[in-house]
């Protein structure tokens, strides 16, 4: 497709279990993001992949929280023994761009629920 | 820390009836604004960037301005297509990411 891709749509996950959420980005782009989306409220950064090395984590909210992109194209977001908090919409978003990061594509998303 | 301040929350309209959205911004080392919108189950659509104070950017029925605290949305003539979650963002010099306001929930009515 010529859009982000993002698996699955949607995910139940009963607390304590672990979840792995997948984007497929745009075909040859270089930056990859990852953004948690609360309901009614904005997109806050995760963390930020330029090809295959995660140049910035800063915004990942515990150690619970992982992302790989091994080959500098798919990227997993994995989340161990999850909580209810960690309840939201996970926003995958690309660039064909290294440094200028506001012009991204996103994906529909992946909305966790913890029950 | 960046942070960005929408307002109104929401926003109900009649159609052609024209507003305008604030987006007020605190950022060190502006390297730009952008606008999203978002539509419901949807992730955010990229719309616009501001780079400098005074820049204007327009789209269709939208135009953005920039000054130097604020950046302006404005939507002339409005049609019911464009209801929307209308999102702010900032990058700061010493940021890899986005900092979004928590976004305009925009009705219009026919």
């Known amino acids: 497709g010529a859009g982000v891709s993002q698996s699955p749509r949607y995910k139940v996950a009963k607390r304590g279990q672990d979840v792995a959420l997948r984007c497929d980005p745009i075909?040859?782009?270089?930056?990859l993001f990852w953004y948690q989306q609360a309901l009614g409220q904005g997109p806050e950064f995760l963390t930020y992949?330029?090809?295959?090395?995660?140049?910035?984590k800063s915004g990942l909210p515990s150690d619970r929280f992982f992302a790989e992109r091994p080959e500098g194209s798919v990227s997993t977001l994995k989340i161990q023994r999850t909580q209810q908090e960690d309840s939201a919409v996970y926003l995958c978003a690309s660039s064909f761009y290294v440094g200028i990061t506001g012009e991204l594509f996103f994906g529909e998303g992946s909305r966790l629920t913890v029950l | 820390e960046d942070q960005v301040t929408q307002s109104p929350e929401a926003l109900r309209l009649q159609e052609g009836e024209s507003s305008s959205l604030n987006c007020s911004y605190t950022?060190?080392?502006?390297?730009?604004l952008f606008w999203y919108r978002q539509d419901p189950g949807k992730g955010p659509e990229f719309l616009f960037t501001l780079y400098s104070a005074g820049e204007e950017k327009e789209k269709e029925r939208l135009k953005a301005t920039l000054t130097k605290k604020e950046s302006f949305l404005h939507i002339t003539a409005p049609k019911p297509e464009d209801s929307a979650t209308y999102l702010c963002?900032?990058?700061?010099?010493?940021?890899?990411?986005?900092?979004f306001g928590k976004g305009t929930h925009l009705i219009i009515q026919p």
């Open positions: 075909s040859g782009h270089v930056s």
């Open positions: 950022v060190s080392g502006l390297r730009g």
């Open positions: 963002a900032v990058e700061g010099g010493g940021a890899d990411g986005l900092t």
């Open positions: 992949f330029q090809n295959e090395a995660q140049l910035d």
